[in-house]
């Protein structure tokens, strides 16, 4: 059960990216959200908006759609992500699919707070994020003063002029209320 609010740490920069390409994009990313903040050891606390973008990577496949949200969690990085895994099997996302491939949700810890770790699952801060405008664009949106903890500069002050151009469109959506 998550400890009250006055127990909790005032301030949690927890940041995950959503993406969606397959079946109802909106729901996955909807309903994603929805499971993370019913999860008694997490709080969604800020969305950005939705993102339609082309393809990362293997690009002969549908569009996304990607947003970043901010959340707290008593979960240390790789118990969260492995509640974000189960999350996205429980969902309707195979076990098995090619990488970079067609997925009905996929769910990455961008930033875990200041944390710089590197295991055998997981890599924080993400090491490929700063190759993508469909999380960056998004996480200025919500987070722009947030520390780089290995570069730091603040997220609004990293140089983009370089990376791909994916972001095809923003939707004006609201995801939490």
């Known amino acids: 059960m998550l400890r009250p609010k006055w127990l909790r740490k005032m301030e949690d920069n927890i940041f995950l990216a959503l993406g969606s390409n397959r079946g109802d994009r909106l729901y996955f990313i ?3 959200i929805k499971r993370i903040d019913e999860n008694d050891r997490c709080e969604v606390v ?3 908006s939705i993102y339609e973008t082309t393809p990362y990577g293997k690009i002969d496949q549908p569009d996304f759609l990607n947003s970043v949200i901010r959340i707290r969690s008593e979960y240390n990085a790789e118990e969260l992500l492995h509640f974000l895994k189960e999350m996205e099997k429980q969902i309707g996302r195979p076990e098995t699919g090619e990488k970079w491939g067609q997925r009905e949700i996929d769910v990455d ?3 875990y707070n200041d944390v710089i770790y590197t295991g055998d699952k997981i890599v ?3 090491p490929e ?3 993508r405008d469909f999380v ?3 996480l200025m ?4 003063d947030f520390i780089h903890p290995v ?4 997220i609004d002050n990293l140089d983009l002029s370089k990376i791909e151009k994916h972001i095809a469109r923003k939707i004006e959506f609201q995801l939490i209320k």
């Open 30 to 32: 909807r309903e994603s």
């Open 46 to 48: 800020k969305c950005s």
């Open 109 to 111: 810890i961008i930033f």
């Open 124 to 126: 924080l801060p993400h």
């Open 129 to 131: 994020f700063l190759k």
């Open 136 to 138: 960056i664009i998004p």
């Open 141 to 144: 949106e919500i987070a722009p």
């Open 151 to 154: 570069l730091k500069k603040r």
